[in-house]
């Protein structure tokens, strides 16, 4: 079967305190879609963030020594600002050159500037932070749409980030509810017959990338319904994707 994406178009600007799983089910409605079992929504972090009221405005930080330090490496203009901030919402610096933060943050994430985005947010002297927990986020979304619609289906947030040694940004995702992240196929066998030792998919990172192809940056478009990959009900979160330190080869 196929899988089919469809873009929820006419969603509002999201302000802090706005009840998202009723605007995504009234985006669903507008856009003529009922959600079926197993489908998945993918939703955008910048919008969850928005609506938790994770935003900060920059003429409130004021850096410090190592920030200015770190800001007048940086090859382009960067604020030292935003900077402390990067700082302060990091667990572990893994990497800063040349104004380039890659840090550690959250439950484990490692991506840049602690995920902080300064795009989108509608005053260029403010920043959003990456939510609190959007796997309790996803969960809630999730529960509310299934009593809307009287169908399961999956959530998941997501955002845009880099990749090691790779050029260009894919969507991730950073919060998980309904379906199980990863689809793991160690003791099937090949076509060849061979058993199967390491395979693992993150079939919901490869959801939300697919899900990213429709959300660009001046789209307006949070939001996107997939039909067809027909996730099946589970209970895995978004922390199932955090490699374990212990097998993390290069932390």
Not at 178 to 204: F, I, K, Q, S
Request: glycine content about 10%.
């Amino acid at each position: 079967m196929p899988i089919s994406l469809y873009p929820l178009t006419g969603i509002p600007a999201i302000h802090a305190g706005d009840d998202l799983a009723t605007i995504l089910g009234d985006a669903l409605r507008a856009n003529d879609l009922e959600l079926v079992d197993g489908d998945v929504i993918v939703v955008c972090q910048k919008i969850v963030s928005k609506a938790e009221g994770r935003s900060v405005r920059l003429d409130e930080i004021v850096p410090g020594p190592r920030a200015i330090a770190a800001a007048a490496e940086a090859e382009d203009d960067k604020d030292p600002r935003l900077v402390e901030l990067v700082l302060r919402h990091s667990d572990r610096v893994v990497r800063m050159s040349r104004g380039v933060l890659i840090v550690e943050t959250g439950p484990g994430w490692v991506c840049a500037n602690a995920g902080i985005d300064a795009s989108n947010t509608g005053d260029p002297d403010r920043v959003l932070l990456l939510p609190a927990d959007p796997d309790a986020t996803a969960a809630r979304l999730a529960t509310h749409l299934a009593a809307t619609f009287g169908a399961q289906a999956g959530v998941i947030i997501s955002d845009t980030w880099g990749r090691p040694w790779r050029v260009g940004l894919v969507d991730f995702a950073i919060g998980v509810a309904g379906l199980n992240p990863l689809r793991d196929l160690r003791g099937r066998t090949d076509m060849d017959g061979r058993e199967l030792h390491h395979t693992v998919h993150a079939d919901a990172d490869a959801l939300a990338t697919a899900a990213g192809l429709l959300m660009e940056k001046d789209a307006g478009i949070p939001a996107v319904l997939v039909r067809g990959y027909r996730a099946a009900p589970g209970t895995g979160t978004g922390r199932d994707l955090i490699r374990d330190p212990d097998t993390d080869l290069f932390r």
